[in-house]
């Protein structure tokens, strides 16, 4: 089997509608196999959808799509056999006891006992679930759910992962927790594609990232590849009189300024000899700055740039 | 492990995984097998005494009165015990499609029918646990059924098929509804069918046009077929149609239930 070269996922021209409302329009996406790969996109962007043809829930109306060199349409059950998928909405037994939730995971990937009774005890080890492994899943937090969760989709050792907002609704320690898991599946060289609305998550955990809007991949490349294409840094001063404000203004070729908070945006592109002559600039005129904030620009500032409307705005949108 | 060995080991976990559920909700089960008991001290002790007058002594078992119109009503009860619990079916059911397990078991390479399997073999389980608990309860009552051990066995064969038959019918019902009230509702008709049919008072007591619909429905050839077995009635070709009846609904609901699992789009 070829596992080095041939990538772990790729989909080509994929287009899905559900009645007349178009999801995705054209999607094309290649994962290397043993990376981490997101589908970044605000609410409604078809990110889900995606997932949902990746992991072979439903079907694409056009397009071709393989996961470890299956087709998901034709060959559903290999595609099965390999993957894990960690979806939005948690997919426990709620009835059950997290312990009896493994074990069930355990039994339905035909796991001898021997091997059963030592995955499970490592992964809820792992994930920090032996202490409420007795206990019932309705008594769970959020990010005790998550863990269990994604736990249970290990338990049948994949080799490619979606993760599904994995993140979303979970407070900064259970986050960041998330993150260190997901980083260590990595480690050991599982490929992960994981669907995010956050973009410091997508900037802090992926190899490459796609920028999903309204059905289409807007963007794609490298996250410090995406910084690079947007030209949004700049140097923030805050200045202490109305007169300096005006001096400075005068002075800085292309600044913009707020009078009534005395601060002053000049772009920069953030190298250390531009921020130099900034402040020599300064001295000369014998402004006073009381305060200097460098911004360089961030996948917000990416989005912006290569859909044209903010985030925010994009999931204002039905 | 060949496919087949995979499909029986994951119909038996699916099943395990059911049954657990099942014990976890218990309310919902005592309910279920709550109605009929009392249904049963209704007719036998509210009813009983006048209803009991229309019944000859062939159908009240040799026995007469309330003891009497105990003997003609205990099939009749059992079945009601499946009608209600089914309803029971199609809840859990339709409850567990909304959850998000189940898009997890379509993500993993198992047998696709194991899901629908392990719903229908606790439910069936459940259902002959709650047979068991009712027919006790008849019998502590007064019930006296003649019936010997091949009778037994034979009654209980029928039973466990028709409810076979019923649990995939609700299943059907319970992955066709959109939300679990609606499961809750549709399978309100089998109940109703158990009324009106044989089981509470002969059919031939009804009105002309009710009559017809008692004698041809399929609740009716199973009662017959059952208070044969356990109280020495005429069974006839009730025996042959009841057979007939639950394999024909439960290759139908089967085909439906498999065909709706696999279309079923989740939003």
Redesign the interface.
């Known amino acids: 089997m070829n596992t080095t070269s041939q990538p772990a996922i790729v989909a080509l021209g994929v287009r899905k509608a559900f009645d007349e409302t178009t999801v995705l329009d054209g999607v094309d996406l290649t994962v290397a196999e043993g990376s981490i790969f997101a589908l970044l996109g605000p609410n409604g962007a078809g990110k889900t959808t995606m997932v949902r043809i990746l ?4 079907t694409p109306d056009v397009g071709q799509v393989c996961v470890a060199g299956h087709d998901v349409v034709r060959e559903p ?1 290999a595609v ?2 390999v ?3 960690t ?1 939005q ?8 006891t997290g312990l ?1 939730n493994m074990r ?1 995971m355990a ?4 796991l001898g006992r021997n091997t059963r009774q030592s995955r499970v005890s490592e992964l809820l080890d792992r994930f920090g679930l032996t202490d409420v492994a007795h206990k ?1 899943v309705t008594t769970y937090s959020g990010g005790l759910r998550r863990r269990l969760d994604l736990a ?2 290990l338990v ?1 050792e994949p080799r490619v992962i979606f993760l599904d907002e994995p993140t979303t609704g979970l407070d900064p320690g259970s986050r960041r927790m998330m993150w260190d898991s997901i980083r260590r599946l990595v480690a050991v060289g599982v490929t992960i594609l994981l669907t995010t609305q956050y973009l410091d998550e997508a900037d802090e955990l992926a190899d490459r990232i796609a920028v999903l809007d309204r059905g289409r991949i807007v963007a794609e490349g490298t996250p410090d590849e995406l910084k690079r294409r947007v030209p949004g840094g700049h140097v923030r001063l805050q200045v202490p009189t109305a007169r300096s404000l005006q001096v400075a203004v005068a002075l800085l070729h292309g600044a913009s300024y707020d009078e009534e908070k005395l601060e002053v945006q000049v772009p920069t592109d953030g190298t250390v000899p531009a921020l130099r002559h900034l402040l020599s600039v300064l001295d000369e005129a014998d402004i006073q700055v009381d305060q200097l904030t460098v911004h360089t620009p961030d996948l917000d500032d990416v989005f912006f740039a290569v859909t044209g409307h903010p985030t925010e705005e994009a999931i204002a949108l039905p | 492990m060949t496919t087949i060995a995979y499909t029986l080991s994951d119909s038996v976990t699916m099943t395990r995984r059911n049954v657990r559920r099942l014990l976890r909700y218990p309310s919902m089960t005592l309910l279920l097998v709550g109605m009929p008991i009392v249904f049963l001290v209704l007719f036998v002790y509210v009813f009983g005494g006048q209803l009991s007058h229309g019944l000859g002594s062939a159908l009240a078992g040799g026995k007469v009165g309330r003891d009497g119109y105990l003997n003609y009503v205990a099939p009749g009860i059992l079945l009601f015990t499946v009608a209600a619990a089914v309803q029971g079916t199609a809840i859990v059911v339709a409850m567990d499609m909304t959850g998000g397990i189940i898009d997890r078991f379509r993500t993993m390479a198992i047998a696709r029918s194991s899901v629908l399997t392990g719903h229908v073999l606790a439910a069936l389980i459940q259902t002959m646990a709650g047979i068991g608990i009712v027919t006790g309860f008849a019998v502590a009552l007064g019930f006296r059924p003649s019936a010997g051990v091949v009778s037994w066995l034979a009654a209980t064969g029928v039973l466990a098929l028709f409810a076979f038959a019923l649990v995939w019918l609700a299943t059907a019902l319970g992955l066709a509804a959109r939300s679990v009230e609606t499961a809750s509702n549709t399978p309100m008709f089998i109940t109703l069918l158990v009324f009106l049919g044989s089981g509470f008072v002969p059919a031939s007591t009804m009105p002309a046009g009710l009559e017809q619909f008692a004698r041809y429905q399929p609740f009716t050839p199973v009662t017959e077929t059952l208070r044969g077995l356990l109280t020495g009635t005429a069974i006839g070709t009730n025996g042959i149609a009841a057979v007939a009846w639950s394999a024909g609904i439960a290759f139908i609901s089967y085909i439906c239930a498999l065909h709706l699992y696999r279309n079923r789009r989740a939003s």
């Open positions: 992991s072979t829930l439903i059950d099965r056999g993957i894990g998928v979806g909405f948690s997919a426990l037994d709620d009835l059950c009896e069930l039994d339905l990937n035909h019932q249970m989709t049948g």
